[in-house]
């Protein structure tokens, strides 16, 4: 029973070990990422919209080589299955075209094309449309910015792994 015990008291010292080392290494990690967003916080504000305009910048949604037309069909096997896909991440599509070769553009650029507008009209008519699509357009853009913070989490979480297990 004794043996038992000292071997019990050597895993739990090895333990105590181990979770010292995984704080010190989590701690000197948000210290890095602290300064790294003190050294953001502390540019120009022309400099900080400029990069904000920069990541806000679609991106593709599959690698390249999986946007195209044969791709997708072995990936998603109708049409109607990868529009739906399409709709579950970006929203409500602004048309119902379903060819693969629109589809396959929508992956690729990560943004549903912008539906065209009819030249003409009176100033009052373009406001109130712009208006009714506003709220949709805010909620896109809520939608997909979410979607990057989870990327965003998941890529940090990634390399914080991989961090710790290059430290073991």
Same mark, same amino acid.
């Given at each position: 029973?004794?043996? +038992?015990? !000292?071997?019990?008291?050597?895993?739990?010292?090895?333990?105590?070990?181990? !979770?010292?080392?995984? @704080?010190? /290494? #989590?701690?000197?990690?948000?210290? =890095?990422?602290?300064?790294?967003?003190?050294?953001?916080?502390?540019?120009?504000?022309?400099?900080?919209?400029?990069?904000?305009?920069? %990541?806000? =910048?679609?991106?593709?949604?599959?690698?390249?080589? %999986?946007?195209?037309?044969?791709?997708?069909?072995?990936? @998603? *096997?109708?049409?109607?299955? *990868?529009?739906?896909? &399409?709709?579950?991440?970006?929203?409500?599509?602004? /048309?119902?075209?379903?060819?693969?070769?629109?589809?396959?553009?929508? @992956?690729?650029?990560?943004?549903?094309?912008?539906?065209?507008?009819? &030249? $003409?009209?009176?100033?009052?008519?373009?406001?109130?449309?712009? $208006?009714?699509?506003?709220?949709?357009?805010?909620?896109? &853009?809520? /939608?997909?910015? +979410?979607?990057?913070? !989870? %990327?965003?989490? !998941?890529?940090?979480? *990634? #390399?914080?792994? %991989?961090?710790?297990?290059?430290?073991?």
């Amino acid at each position: 029973m004794g043996d +038992l015990s !000292d071997r019990f008291g050597a895993l739990m010292a090895r333990m105590a070990k181990g !979770d010292a080392e995984l @704080f010190r /290494t #989590v701690g000197e990690q948000n210290a =890095a990422i602290r300064g790294l967003v003190e050294e953001l916080a502390a540019e120009p504000p022309a400099e900080a919209l400029a990069a904000a305009a920069l %990541q806000a =910048a679609p991106q593709s949604l599959l690698p390249p080589e %999986q946007c195209h037309p044969k791709a997708l069909k072995a990936r @998603f *096997a109708t049409a109607a299955a *990868a529009h739906a896909h &399409l709709e579950s991440i970006l929203g409500p599509a602004p /048309t119902k075209k379903k060819t693969w070769e629109y589809l396959g553009s929508v @992956f690729a650029s990560g943004t549903w094309p912008a539906p065209a507008r009819a &030249l $003409g009209g009176s100033a009052a008519g373009r406001s109130s449309s712009a $208006g009714a699509s506003g709220p949709e357009a805010l909620a896109q &853009l809520e /939608t997909r910015l +979410l979607q990057r913070i !989870d %990327q965003l989490e !998941d890529r940090l979480i *990634a #390399v914080l792994a %991989q961090v710790l297990q290059d430290k073991t």
